[in-house]
């Protein structure tokens, strides 16, 4: 598999929290909203393919039951809003607020 996260993907992420992974994947999200919002259909798609490769590598490392399930829903919850029906009635707002606490949390951990 290519990755476009390669230093990441050789066991870098797996030294990262839980919050700082989450965090990451939130701004590879949000810049896929950024250009879904300037209409680059382009960029938005790389963008949101490189956090569903991010959400992969922590599907990957994660063991605790809780957090792989939530970390799966995300998965299937994104998906369904970017390439889906958005069946899960998710809006730009409401990925944001998602997303926002896990960068916030990963700022203060520093």
Known sequence: MSYQHKGLAEGRWSKLSFVEQMANIGGEVERALN???????????????RSLELIDLTLENEKRYSRLREIARLREALVDYFYGENEFLSSE??????????TYASRINR
């Open 93 to 102: 707002s409401s990925w944001r607020k998602y997303f926002l606490p896990f």
């Open 35 to 49: 250009w879904q919002s300037k209409k680059n259909k382009e960029y938005s798609m790389m963008a949101f393919e």
